[in-house]
């Protein structure tokens, strides 16, 4: 999987195409080690160091265009060797993205451990990326825009900003409420239509939406819950479509009178990191491809992050769309 692909159209400007996808958030420069198993507190590790673009919102665009629908990236860079980085890899991949540079604040960075079996885990620092404000988002972009994604790596009112813009506008916004943060605005959810979060994630929004009463609801909680009761806790966040990613498992899809389970694809994962990202972006995809059909573009985005787990890295490890039309073929000819 090479890191530019001949599907990718080359642009010059970034608003000299008119993005039905446009992700507004974050650029992460990521520092990955791969050890065997995690250090325990106090302990060191010898493991493998490699360093990638990575950043939720950064890798959920080059998995929108890399599975062919081209996406306006909007972020926030340092003026520092990571933010040069960061346009150089855009450039190179074919990666459409406005980086507002930030003179006094580094680019966001982030420390990912990963062991042997492909788990992860993620330290972030976000630098830039919480001064992105609503002053540098270019209103033509949203406005032309079908399909608009924010995730929780940014400042909470530039996220609602791009959600209302976009709402108003006709556009199917989709929020990736990714990492869960203590401070999370509920008063986003008024603007989004599509909610994906994974397991974590849910739990931690269920614990903090007061209408819920679940103050202590636990990650396995939520994987033990059966598929009306995990319908019935979604619609309690009164957006049209909650979409619950599942890792190995699958997704679970919540529309306002259906649910669907979709199962997982059989993969060799070797490190999954972004995963969830991959989703997102071949989600936003497939909501262009499959004119906005909502399990049709779930279907997809399994797909995207199947693929994603098998390689690794972040940015660097979203699949082609070539790729996904073969992975789609082969299991459907099993
Ligand atoms: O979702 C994975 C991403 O989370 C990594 O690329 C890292 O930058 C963090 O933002």
Known sequence: MGLASDLIPRLSHPFSMKARVVIVGS????????????????????GDFRAGPGGKGFNQAVAATRAGAPALFIGAVGHDVFGAGAKKFAHDAGIVAHFVVKKKEPTGTAVVSINAAGQNQ?????????????????????????VVVCQGESDFRTVAHVLRTARKTGATTVLNPAPMRTDFDFDLLRHTEVLVPNETEFAGL??????????????????????????????LFNVPIVIVTLGDRGCFVSQPDVYTHISPHEVDAVDTTGAGDAFVGGFAAGLVKFNRNVLEAAHFANA?????????GTAAAMPTAREISRFLRKRDHK
Request: with cysteine; charged share 20%.
């Open 27 to 46: 650029f992460i420069q990521d520092l990955a080690f791969y050890t065997k198993s995690f250090p325990q507190p106090g302990e060191s590790v010898i």
């Open 304 to 312: 995207v992050a199947a693929l994603a787990v098998t390689q690794h």
């Open 206 to 235: 269920m614990r903090a939406l007061p209408r819920s009463g679940l103050r202590t609801l636990a990650t396995e909680e939520v994987r033990r819950l059966p598929a009306d009761q995990l319908h019935h806790l979604c619609r």
């Open 122 to 146: 993620i330290i972030v620092a976000l630098g830039a990326n919480l001064t992105l404000h609503k002053q540098d988002i270019p209103a033509a972009p949203l406005k032309d825009a079908q």
